[in-house]
């Protein structure tokens, strides 16, 4: 965890509790001067509180793309509830003797309530802003998952690999910032009811301080790298992509003249629609050419015409749909694979997934949410009926506590990754899919097809060195480097370069 991850948190949070200022306070104002509108704006805001974090910015991602931008927009509709509220119902308990005072004075209905209630109100409407930041600083931790940055990715991965450390170091940091932050929006609340409202000069140099904070931390927190010489990727969120990205950040940095910018971390299926299309966010990623095309392009492996390989087809299909490709084949095959604990297995005899046939409806089979979803071809329903298992019970856990659920016995068989680290960590062996129900998936770099000639007149050399990676890393190879980070705690950026230096492929 380093600063820039703090800074691009609290970034985060300022930003889109500015914003939620700017459209709560007018909103709270027009609930309270338009009875006949209050119900309906009260409703919406109860209604967008209601909807869950990561469906909601995964609606964003759609039409605003992913990143930062995605984050603080969704985090501002989470925002509005206290703040809208709040400025209402302080409005509401005016007393009506000043109203009728100001009535009396001659002033206007939106003169009177800009220049009397509303200061009157102000100290309830800092309440609600002070609960909004306080909320955001917790909600922001779905950034991780749509590219948005901050603490969440700590979080995530100290999860996955169970890390105490990580994920008490990340908990601690967002409650010290929880902490400081509400104990400074307290002082100020303080402030402004001593000063009675917004005219006082306690209230004013507080929201002057409040605001040279914010004006010193987002452009911090939210600097984004463009440049026509620099390489952009995303994190990932697998120490597998993680350390590819990383290998060709120092590749392509010490072979050429571009910058390499790994930006903030996201999953696959996210990373893949920032790479595609005319308002793309990215340049590559590390993939798969069966993710490529049964969980991207929607197909199945039954569609491949006798006598075609998938990394064939699959690479014409992505030219033809979508503009992309795969460049050479890394060596490993990070295929789904069925695991259980080997004490399980070696009790009941099991080696192959077939095996599993007459024991299945003893075992509770568990995974992460994605394999029991229709997303692709290759998941839960389709595999279960293809091999005619019917397991005593389902459970669909987050990725981050997958391996943790299964060590602790809350389910008997699962679904892994053929390369992860984890599963030797873990104990469990890997069933052979004697079937062969789930395909190839060869790792590659999946590029944009404009990639090469975008960068030829800084990089003409680019596609050169991006294709010394191919056939150089082995299903074993990468075992060993996730074992090293996720389970002895090494860093990825150390992994992957003593990798690339004992393949002699950087100095």
Known sequence: MTMQLVLEHLALVFAASLFAVLVGLPLGVAAYA?????????RIVDLLQTVPALALLGIIMVFAGAGKQTVVLGLMLYSLLPIVRNTCVGLLQVDPG????????????????????????FPSVFTGIRIAVVNAIGTAVFAAFVGGGGLGGVLNRGIRIQSMRLILSGTAALMA?????????????????????????????????AALLVAVVLPIGLRETKGEDTLILYEGDYSETQLIHRM????VEEKTDLAVTIKDQMSQVNNYKALIGDRHSCDLMCSYDGTLLTTFLHRDVSEIPPGVALYDYVNALGREQEDVYLLDLFGFDNTYAIAMPEALAEEYGVTRVSDLIPLAGDFVFGAEHEFFTQEGSMKFGPFTAFYGLRFKDSVSVDVSLKYAAVESGSFDVTEVYATDGLNRKAGLRVLEDDREFFPEYNGALLVRGDLFERFSGVAPELESVLALLGGQIANDDMVEMTYQVDVMGKTVDEVAAAFLRERGLIS
């Open 34 to 42: 338009f009875p006949r509108v209050r119900g309906a704006v009260l």
């Open 98 to 121: 000043v109203r009728e005072a100001a009535r009396g004075m001659g002033m206007a209905s939106w003169y009177r309530i800009c220049a009397v209630e509303l200061p009157l109100a």
């Open 177 to 209: 910032i929880a902490l400081v932050l509400d104990l400074a929006m307290g002082a100020a609340e303080k402030r402004i009811r001593r000063g009675r409202g917004l005219g006082g000069r306690r209230a004013v140099a507080a929201l002057i301080a």
């Open 248 to 251: 060709v950040k120092l590749l």
